[in-house]
């Protein structure tokens, strides 16, 4: 899946070129995608030559988001500067970029970006893009924080900026990614629907969730031995649970410990429904 969505996003053909617009994706708490974004869909886009830049809203709810979002642009190009690491070594082997013995110089102050004597986020995306000739990813998760405050709009707004300044340019080297997700699906999509917003007709879609391809896995993972419900029941129950890992687990757990019992499907429905009751309380 993260492979997929990386080259829709990085090459999209025919109508889903509209992805350049910007992408949101909303979805339930703890289904998994801070998960798949940080493990599977980073390096996606990495291993086809995107520079990402990864910013969670939730890693600090008393900083202001645009203050997050900076930090993160000031480490990336911090990464960016140095020859031997990681970012780097990706760009020279994917899109074999002559660099010689250093890494990017910029011709701006790291430490004035975002600053009002600094250069703008507009300035450092598009240096990046005519740099690495390639293309530059910034996915915000959490992204319904930035809502309700003027730095979290003006955030959005330098973003849309950069995306803007990159995209419309002729014969651009690379183009310009957003991708913003968070777990309320109704201010999520208000991003992208409100006339006053920034990414105003922007795409705006469902997270994609875990199917009974991982149930199945986690039942052969799990190793329960006669204890092992059907894998309809487990399924049944990821579902009741709404599609989250982490209470799927905690129900086989639970099912693992169980001494008596002869019906394992009976006894998983019976610790599913606990498992609800206790998360809803």
């Given at each position: 899946?993260?492979?997929?969505?990386?080259?829709?996003?990085?090459?999209?053909?025919?109508?889903?070129?509209?992805?350049?617009?910007?992408?949101?994706?909303?979805?339930?708490?703890?289904?998994?995608?801070?998960?798949?974004?940080?493990?599977?869909?980073?390096?996606?886009?990495?291993?086809?030559?995107?520079?990402?830049?990864?910013?969670?809203?939730?890693?600090?709810?008393?900083?202001?988001?645009?203050?997050?979002?900076?930090?993160?642009?000031?480490?990336?190009?911090?990464?960016?500067?140095?020859?031997?690491?990681?970012?780097?070594?990706?760009?020279?082997?994917?899109?074999?970029?002559?660099?010689?013995?250093?890494?990017?110089?910029?011709?701006?102050?790291?430490?004035?970006?975002?600053?009002?004597?600094?250069?703008?986020?507009?300035?450092?995306?598009?240096?990046?893009?005519?740099?690495?000739?390639?293309?530059?990813?910034?996915?915000?998760?959490?992204?319904?924080?930035?809502?309700?405050?003027?730095?979290?709009?003006?955030?959005?707004?330098?973003?849309?900026?950069?995306?803007?300044?990159?995209?419309?340019?002729?014969?651009?080297?690379?183009?310009?990614?957003?991708?913003?997700t968070g777990s309320h699906r109704a201010r999520v999509r208000?991003?992208?629907?409100?006339?006053?917003?920034?990414?105003?007709?922007?795409?705006?879609?469902?997270?994609?969730?875990?199917?009974?391809?991982?149930?199945?896995?986690?039942?052969?993972?799990?190793?329960?031995?006669?204890?092992?419900?059907?894998?309809?029941?487990?399924?049944?129950?990821?579902?009741?649970?709404?599609?989250?890992?982490?209470?799927?687990?905690?129900?086989?757990?639970?099912?693992?410990?169980?001494?008596?019992?002869?019906?394992?499907?009976?006894?998983?429905?019976?610790?599913?429904?606990?498992?609800?009751?206790?998360?809803?309380?």
């Open positions: 899946l993260a492979q997929e969505m990386a080259e829709q996003l990085l090459r999209p053909k025919g109508l889903q070129t509209s992805v350049r617009s910007g992408l949101f994706l909303g979805g339930l708490r703890r289904i998994g995608k801070t998960t798949f974004l940080r493990g599977d869909l980073v390096p996606a886009l990495e291993s086809l030559g995107a520079i990402v830049v990864y910013v969670d809203l939730w890693s600090n709810t008393s900083a202001k988001p645009s203050d997050l979002l900076l930090a993160e642009v000031r480490k990336k190009l911090m990464e960016l500067q140095k020859a031997d690491s990681k970012a780097v070594s990706l760009l020279r082997r994917i899109k074999g970029l002559d660099l010689g013995a250093a890494g990017f110089k910029f011709a701006f102050s790291l430490q004035d970006v975002g600053k009002p004597e600094g250069a703008t986020l507009a300035d450092v995306f598009s240096a990046l893009v005519e740099a690495a000739k390639t293309d530059v990813v910034v996915i915000v998760d959490e992204v319904q924080h930035a809502l309700g405050s003027d730095d979290g709009n003006g955030m959005l707004l330098a973003l849309k900026a950069a995306r803007d300044a990159i995209n419309t340019a002729p014969d651009t080297p690379g183009h310009f990614i957003f991708l913003g208000e991003l992208t629907i409100k006339g006053n917003q920034a990414f105003n007709g922007a795409i705006s879609q469902d997270f994609p969730v875990l199917g009974e391809d991982f149930v199945a896995w986690l039942l052969e993972e799990s190793q329960l031995g006669d204890r092992a419900p059907t894998r309809l029941a487990a399924f049944e129950s990821f579902v009741r649970l709404g599609r989250r890992p982490e209470e799927l687990m905690k129900a086989l757990l639970a099912l693992q410990g169980m001494t008596s019992g002869q019906d394992a499907d009976a006894d998983l429905r019976a610790i599913t429904e606990a498992v609800r009751q206790s998360a809803a309380a």
